[in-house]
């Protein structure tokens, strides 16, 4: 696999509920996925290439991996559906974020970790597209999520936004 899962995730993914289905967004070669799968969790995977993902954990039981460009302007395809946990990491895409938080079931989790600005000083990305500003996730989820924890700033070599924030029941 290509690398472990975050930190931020695993110190937060025992907030989703036991065997609850978990959405994984920009999904990539599966780190989280299959971290979620071998707890039991059932997985919606999501990437716009699932080849990789579909080769590493194809035959694992409760995997469903959707190949989906999620930036080209279409409807979120899963809009009618809700999860247990929602998990994103180091990525962003801002017309997708009420779509994301709407995705979380009551007393589900939204477990996010991406970069944010001051990253341009030290690496990819630079694009502000593509750059958090402060606070801008817990902006999104204010009214719908309760934060349960957030953070800003340099972490291992970079500089990310974390907030993990449960939908009330």
């Known amino acids: 696999m290509s690398g472990?899962?975050?930190?931020w995730v695993l110190d937060h993914a025992g907030l989703v509920a036991v065997g609850g289905t978990v959405l994984d967004v920009a999904a990539g070669a599966g780190r989280h996925t299959r971290w979620f799968l071998e707890r039991a969790h059932p997985v919606v995977a999501v990437d716009r290439d699932v080849v990789e993902l579909r080769r590493l954990l194809g035959s694992e039981p409760g995997l469903e991996a959707i190949e989906v460009?999620?930036?080209?302007?279409?409807?979120?395809?899963l809009a009618d559906r809700c999860f247990a946990g929602v998990v994103v990491t180091n990525y962003l895409h801002r017309p997708l974020l009420p779509a994301l938080v709407a995705a979380v079931a009551p007393g589900g989790v939204l477990l996010y970790e991406t970069f944010m600005v001051g990253q341009e000083h030290l690496g990819r990305p630079r694009n502000p597209d593509f750059l958090l500003e402060p606070g801008e996730l817990r902006s999104a989820v204010a009214g719908h999520l309760d934060v349960v924890a957030f953070a800003e700033g340099p972490v291992d070599g970079a500089v990310k936004q974390r907030i993990a924030a449960i939908r009330p029941l």
């Open 4 to 7: 472990a899962p975050s930190a």
């Open 69 to 77: 460009d999620l930036e080209d302007g279409s409807p979120f395809p």
